[in-house]
């Protein structure tokens, strides 16, 4: 990402976190007329204690310099959580380059998981998982995630992308009772990696081509939410099982391939466990 596309970024994100904000908890009078939802500009520069030309000026994307006290004062007055404070201080600053010895050319295949680590998934037998990159390409899964999702497996590898193929296809809309939630969660992790990556222009180009393609991409997007770990109940209706609940839990995998796990546990005190075991077992006799 090169710095103009860094300060747009910034720029999106600082709005969106503005205008989410509630003017009468944060201590400003509701009435009166408000042109844009949220707090205005010069009232999280009298919360973070700045200039409000200086705020305005930094939420525009304009090149200046953000120590990190006011990059702290900004991300309190904004109320941003952990990974969202990570996120500005990556746009904010100079930048991160992908760790040494780690190639990153577009047309790259992700990177492999370890012998171990395809062990330890497919050892989760009731579990669906999926070994993912930093740029959310399916590097490995398990048999449980061919049964719930789709086989990966029989697409070709620059198509196993888990943001693109929620878009794509079919089956996975329809499998996620709320698809949006679904699709939010990956784009909240893809969101970390964008400001933790931020010299890789490769996320600009892809994030240009899906929101010319899915209007709907542009839309979520631009909510510019941000998590290292989203944890989240997900209700699947399975086309074989039927209603299938599960809770999300994503690992980041130690190691310079920067890779993530993201294992769908049965929620407790449903049926998706038995049902996970019949979808197996179906699998086992074929």
Known sequence: MNRQARLQALSDFLRSRR?????????????????????????????????????????????????ASVQEAVAKALGLNADERKYLAALAGDGAAPPSG?????????????????????????????????????????????????DFGMLPPEQRNMITLLF????????????????????????????????????????????????????????????????????FRHAKAGKMQFQLTSLQVQGEQDLRCSIYTPAPETATARKMRRLMEEKAVR
């Open 19 to 67: 205008m989410a904000l509630d003017p009468g908890a944060n201590g400003f009078p509701t009435g009166g007329r408000r042109r844009t939802p949220g707090l205005r500009r010069e009232e999280v520069a009298q919360l973070a204690g700045v200039s409000p030309t200086w705020y305005t000026w930094l939420e525009q994307g304009r090149d200046i310099r953000v120590s």
């Open 102 to 150: 780690i190639g990153w050319e577009d047309g790259e295949a992700p990177a492999q998981p370890s012998l171990a680590l395809q062990l330890i998934v497919d050892g989760l037998d009731s579990c669906p998982a999926i070994i993912s990159d930093r740029r959310c390409r399916i590097a490995g899964w398990n048999e449980a995630a061919a049964r719930v999702f789709l």
């Open 168 to 235: 794509t296809r079919p089956e996975l809309q329809r499998l996620a009772v709320n698809w949006e939630q679904f699709v939010r969660g990956y784009l909240a992790i893809f969101r970390s990696y964008y400001g933790q990556y931020a010299d890789d222009d490769w996320y600009v180009s892809y994030i240009e081509d899906m929101e010319q393609r899915y209007p709907r991409f542009r839309e979520l997007w631009e909510e510019s939410r941000v998590s290292t770990a989203p944890e989240v109940i997900l209700e």
